[in-house]
């Protein structure tokens, strides 16, 4: 084996799967989430778009090793949308 490997010559190649690691996404968030997701980049240095990609892995993984969903879960999108029945948010949510 040598001791010194000449690396100034070699071509980069990019990553031929690397368009099948990534799918982007359009989402609207909160501002309050946003921010505090670009709060932690910047005190981590971790671009903020990997800590949601990260939480949501986590969320994910954690659920499917632990058999998925229960039903009693999706009782929070009935509640939330109870919550704002009388407001005018709540409204502008059902219209769009």
């Not at 996404?25 to 005190?43: H, I, Q």
């Not at 090793?65 to 059902?94: C, M, R, T």
């Amino acid at each position: 084996m040598r001791k010194h490997y000449d690396f100034s010559k070699m071509k980069g190649k990019k990553n031929p799967y690397a368009k099948q690691l990534k799918q982007p996404v359009t989402m609207r968030l909160d501002k309050d989430t946003v921010s505090y997701f670009k709060s932690m980049a910047e005190e981590s240095g971790i671009p903020y778009q990997t800590l949601i990609n990260e939480l949501l892995s986590n969320l994910v993984y954690g659920l499917h090793e632990s058999g998925g969903f229960p039903a009693a879960d999706f009782s929070l999108v009935h509640s939330i949308d109870e919550l704002h029945a009388g407001d005018d948010v709540g409204e502008l949510a059902k219209a769009v």
